[in-house]
């Protein structure tokens, strides 16, 4: 079965720290952009951070920026999303999402194809 299994969300304090991973199964995240995106109930899906094949490539959502870091694990098949001073705002299901190219970090979940279920993160103030 192909898929890819979010954890590592949860209840945190405004100012404190989770970190998100994103395992594949079935299918390989190795050679294409990873990408992060959240949604929290009554808003549209928003862009949060994402990663080219390489990993040397990343692109962020200017309200993440310097607080987020995505990166992908040694094994190629697991993207991280490291979420440093979390705020309230941050409350939301966050998805990972393999792109449909290597390198294409733009921010439109149209270059996105397979998509993960989803973590629940929720930030108190």
């Known amino acids: 079965q192909m898929q890819l299994v979010e954890s590592g969300g949860g209840l945190v304090q405004a100012g404190g720290s989770l970190r998100l991973s994103c395992e594949a199964s079935?299918?390989?995240?190795?050679?294409?952009?990873v990408g992060w995106f959240r949604q929290d109930p009554g808003k549209q899906r928003e862009f949060v951070a994402a990663?080219?094949?390489?990993?040397?490539?990343?692109n962020y959502a200017d309200s993440v920026k310097g607080r987020f870091t995505i990166s992908r694990g040694n094994a190629g098949n697991t993207v991280y999303l490291q979420m440093d001073s979390l705020k309230p705002a941050g409350r939301a299901v966050y998805y990972c999402?393999?792109?449909?190219?290597?390198?294409?970090?733009?921010?439109?979940?149209?270059?996105?194809?397979?998509w993960g279920q989803g973590s629940q993160v929720t930030v108190s103030s």
């Open positions: 990663i080219n094949w390489s990993g040397r490539n990343t």
């Open positions: 079935g299918i390989l995240l190795g050679g294409y952009a």
């Open positions: 999402a393999r792109g449909k190219y290597n390198s294409d970090l733009s921010a439109a979940d149209g270059k996105f194809g397979y």
